[in-house]
């Protein structure tokens, strides 16, 4: 199955600035997908990542709070935005192809 | 709105033991259904996949079993070893094949030397 480099593992930012997380995948992915796991909770999608094209957001996540790139079918990029302490939780990115699902290792994030 | 849910939210076994994981989805209308072990700080390793049209599937001491029509889906886990500790997640996939899934809160299981 393919691997998913994902980085940075961890930061720690300041409010207001914003942090941008790359995914890598090791060979072609049919689709690219963001999740976003707050503390204690469960996996939450937020965007379906196109490639060449925007992003596909759920309720309640919007471009410029979460834009997303994908410029190829192995690699995208999510930003998170003018941060707030809110937006700490772990980022996900995940790619679907002929073998299935595989995850990144995940982005802890924690904005003071 | 599809809805997961899994019970129970967390579980705490000795080691030897066999158990079950439950997951229920309240739209009947799945593509799939995936069972994922995660480790803490890492990510999601998938364990097992049921299309809709079947009804179980097998890896190793590992067994998933789905019953579309009723909402609900088993994973079990059979001679349970304290490497086995992990939360596992359960996840729906659409009808519309979007790749969309939907999680469940996760079991986190223990298994005591």
């Known amino acids: 199955s393919a691997v998913i480099s994902q980085k940075p593992s961890r930061d720690i930012c300041q409010r207001g600035t914003s942090l941008t997380i790359q995914c890598q995948v090791d060979s072609q992915v049919t689709m690219m997908f963001w999740y976003r796991q707050q503390p204690g909770q469960s996996l939450t999608l937020i965007a379906t990542a196109n490639q060449g094209s925007e992003a596909t957001y759920e309720s309640g996540f919007v471009i410029d709070k979460f834009p997303i790139s994908r410029p190829n079918l192995t690699f995208s990029t999510l930003t998170v935005s003018n941060m707030s302490p809110e937006d700490s939780s772990i980022y996900l990115c995940?790619?679907?192809?002929?073998?299935?699902?595989?995850f990144g290792s995940g982005t802890r994030l924690t904005v003071v | 709105k599809q809805e997961v849910t899994q019970i129970p939210a967390a579980l705490s076994v000795p080691e030897g033991e066999n158990l079950v994981l439950n997951c229920s989805f309240t739209d009947s209308a799945i593509y799939n259904l995936q069972w994922f072990r995660q480790d803490p700080g890492k990510g999601l390793t998938s364990l097992l996949l049921?299309?809709?049209?079947?009804r179980e599937q097998t890896s190793g001491r590992l067994n998933a079993s789905l019953d579309k029509s009723s909402g609900r889906s088993t994973l079990y886990i059979a001679a349970s070893q304290p490497g086995d500790s992990a939360t596992y997640l359960c996840?729906?996939?659409?009808?519309?094949?979007?790749?969309?899934?939907?999680f469940g809160q996760g079991t986190t299981l223990q298994v005591k030397p």
């Open positions: 996840a729906v996939s659409d009808s519309g094949n979007t790749g969309k899934l939907i």
């Open positions: 049921i299309q809709s049209s079947q």
């Open positions: 995940s790619g679907e192809g002929a073998y299935g699902y595989t």
